[in-house]
């Protein structure tokens, strides 16, 4: 289950961007497959893919072609747009600080989209 926030942008998303859903949330072994492989930082249980619901999401243009990385870079611009549109607040794993300076950045996950702290503080009480 993935979070009803991340949810709402990505119901929004497909209305005028075909993309598949990757991964939501990520169990113990896969995790730390994901992990082992490279494919991320973080073993488990610290990955927002690690709750229920799963604060972050792996979605890929669709069709998915993994050598096509311009239109990840796309992609994401359309996605953190309808996220501003409907006010949540999103990072995104090709621009990890935010700065919008794509040049900084040491590890790119560019199908990954998770929620900021601000959007699940309600949450956590």
């Known amino acids: 289950m993935v979070h009803g926030?991340?949810?709402d942008i990505f119901f929004e998303v497909i209305k005028g961007y075909d993309c598949s859903?990757?991964?939501?949330?990520r169990d113990e072994a896969a995790q730390n497959e994901a992990f082992h492989t490279g494919r991320s930082k973080k073993q488990w249980p610290n990955s927002k893919h690690n709750g229920?619901?799963?604060?972050?999401?792996?979605v890929a243009p669709y069709p998915i072609d993994w050598d096509?990385?311009?239109r990840f870079y796309h992609f994401?611009?359309?996605v953190k747009g309808i996220a501003d549109q409907l006010g949540?607040?999103?990072r995104w794993g090709g621009d990890w600080d935010g700065d919008n300076d794509l040049n900084d950045q040491h590890f790119f996950d560019l199908v990954h989209f998770e929620l900021e702290l601000e959007e699940i503080k309600g949450d956590l009480q």
Do not use: H
């Not at 859903?21 to 949330?25: A, E, S």
């Not at 229920?52 to 792996?58: E, F, H, N």
């Open 5 to 7: 926030k991340l949810q």
């Open 68 to 70: 096509d990385e311009r």
């Open 21 to 25: 859903i990757l991964c939501g949330f």
């Open 52 to 58: 229920t619901p799963s604060l972050a999401v792996d």
């Open 76 to 78: 994401a611009g359309y």
């Open 88 to 90: 949540i607040s999103i």
